[in-house]
């Protein structure tokens, strides 16, 4: 059940990425049929990324606080709506507000995506799992422009979100029925039966099959009546936390710098090498393979240096109750991996910018774009590993406020970097975003050092809150 559970999640965070990247081709087209600059119908592409990093901050806390299910099903209803008009719109105006709803409704599914393998995975397996959700995003830009510009080419573009459309359609088929409940608030570790809204098929059956014999303890938890309001201001706060904040700093400016390279990557592949829609479609390729091999080499790498780190405290990794994170040196286990990739990453953004600029063949960028995708892929999940390990009782809410972080300074970055490639040429312009990467990168030694004592505070702090304990053991 475990892997299954996996499989879905990790097909349920394609959506957002693949909704994004599958929409490129059809900007061209639209701007033709609407009679629009395609400045403006950049602007479609804009307001996506801006619902991508607000829409998590809702919707990840309130799976915390309802459960997985029942927000899943409430955003993938928004999804298939804003799909289905967008493939019947015929105005500009509706293609703006229905981008936003279609974002809205895909982007907080790798927010819960995390939150989710929190669930039923312990800090001892952990990382290998959330890589692999993070390899699913991965990919998506290497597969989307791809099919995206197939679509586009021989059925229009409007066939582009009937596809999404259908594909949604499939995935509820097989999550509604079969995916149980996760969220432990809950069901804890799977021992209690979920509330009537966040069963299943297979919670439905088993509860008929067994329910003269739950004891009190074991009743399904009762839901509130009216939906309650997500902590919006508790997940930005979590930004402000002395050892989140530096984190979500580097990380976001490390993202902002690599999606630099992709912003300008169809323009320059067209320009340099004379390419058709699709031919530029896969040139994206090697940066996703990369990245998906990046995070398959680092979930392993992540569950062997814990089992290392504990090993040399003396601790047995529990890989079926968790440990108690409290005590265990997470930030060690986690950021011990982070140097060989992060320099990797920044080798790779700066050559990026001089091999463009030497007009070299085709191999070359394309070389750079593989080892630039591993690059990328291996901070970024360590960083959501490690963020989970510091929040175990909010992982929807910590994956959202990250979420937010990242995209909001993403999308500063591709919206001002041809701005600077104009001014200063490739090569100065990749240097620039490199020493970025590089002068943030600090940050990971000061919570490496001092997150430790920074976390003890947090947990006394939530202790005098609550006035009782807080529960340290992940079970």
Same mark, same amino acid.
């Given at each position: ?6 499989? =879905? ?14 929409? !490129?081709?059809?900007?061209?087209? !639209? ?9 403006? =119908? ?6 996506? $990324? ?9 919707? /990840? ?26 493939? !019947? $719109? ?11 709803? $279609? ?8 927010? *819960? /995506? ?18 692999? #959700? $993070? +390899? ?8 989307? %422009? ?41 069901? /804890? ?49 979590? *930004?402000?936390e002395k050892d989140v904040g530096p984190l979500m700093l580097f990380m976001s400016l490390f993202v902002m710098a690599n999606y630099a390279v992709m912003v300008p990557l169809q323009d320059v592949i067209r320009r340099r090498y004379n390419f058709n829609d699709l031919q530029v479609g896969l040139c994206y390729i090697p940066f996703s393979v990369g990245s998906v091999a990046g995070a398959a080499v680092v979930g392993k790498l992540l569950n062997w240096n814990y089992a290392r780190v504990a090993k040399s405290i003396g601790v047995s990794p529990d890989r079926k109750r968790g440990d108690d994170m409290r005590k265990f040196p997470i930030e060690r286990a986690r950021?011990?991996? =982070? ?39 291996? %901070? ?14 909010? %992982? ?18 591709? +919206?001002? #970097? ?12 990749? !240097?620039? =975003? ?42």
């Amino acid at each position: 059940m475990k892997v299954f559970i996996l499989l =879905m999640t990790v097909f349920s965070t394609l959506f957002s990425p693949f909704s994004s990247f599958i929409y !490129l081709p059809a900007i061209t087209p !639209l701007a033709k049929e609407y009679n629009k600059p395609l400045g403006e =119908m950049n602007l479609t592409v804009t307001v996506y $990324q801006i619902m991508q990093a607000i829409a998590p901050v809702f919707f /990840g806390d309130l799976s915390d606080q309802i459960g997985r299910r029942p927000v899943y099903m409430l955003t993938f209803a928004i999804y298939l709506g804003a799909n289905i008009g967008l493939a !019947l $719109q015929s105005n500009y105006a509706a293609l703006m507000v229905l981008r936003a709803m $279609q974002s809205t409704g895909s982007s907080a599914t790798v927010a *819960i /995506g995390s939150a989710v393998v929190a669930d039923f995975a312990t800090s001892a397996d952990r990382g290998g799992f959330i890589t692999a #959700v $993070q +390899a699913s995003v991965m990919f998506a830009p290497a597969m989307a %422009p791809v099919v995206g510009g197939l679509l586009t080419q021989f059925l229009g573009w409007r066939s582009t979100f009937w596809f999404l459309v259908i594909s949604a359609v499939v995935y509820l088929a097989i999550y509604v029925p079969f995916v149980p409940e996760t969220a432990r608030n809950l069901v /804890g570790n799977g021992s209690i039966p979920p509330p009537w809204l966040n069963s299943c098929l297979i919670s439905v059956h088993k509860r008929q099959g067994d329910s003269e014999s739950h004891s009190p303890a074991l009743r399904p938890k009762k839901l509130p009546r009216r939906l309650p309001v997500p902590n919006i201001l508790a997940a930005v706060l979590i *930004i402000f936390e002395k050892d989140v904040g530096p984190l979500m700093l580097f990380m976001s400016l490390f993202v902002m710098a690599n999606y630099a390279v992709m912003v300008p990557l169809q323009d320059v592949i067209r320009r340099r090498y004379n390419f058709n829609d699709l031919q530029v479609g896969l040139c994206y390729i090697p940066f996703s393979v990369g990245s998906v091999a990046g995070a398959a080499v680092v979930g392993k790498l992540l569950n062997w240096n814990y089992a290392r780190v504990a090993k040399s405290i003396g601790v047995s990794p529990d890989r079926k109750r968790g440990d108690d994170m409290r005590k265990f040196p997470i930030e060690r286990a986690r950021l011990d991996l =982070m140097w060989p990739w992060t320099l990797l990453a920044v080798a790779m953004i700066i050559a990026w910018g001089w091999v463009i600029d030497a007009g070299t063949s085709l191999a070359a960028p394309l070389v750079v774009l593989f080892f630039a995708g591993a690059g990328l892929s291996g %901070p970024v999940s360590i960083l959501n590993t490690l963020l989970v390990d510091l929040y175990p009782m909010n %992982p929807g809410r910590v994956s959202s406020a990250f979420n937010l972080t990242r995209a909001t300074l993403s999308a500063t970055g591709t +919206a001002a #970097v041809q701005y600077i490639i104009d001014a200063w040429g490739y090569s100065f312009t990749y !240097l620039f =975003m490199g020493l970025i990467v590089l002068a943030a990168s600090p940050c990971v030694l000061l919570v490496r050092k001092f997150g430790p004592k920074w976390r003890e505070e947090r947990y006394q702090r939530f202790e005098r809150a609550a006035g009782q304990s807080l529960p340290a053991r992940h079970t």
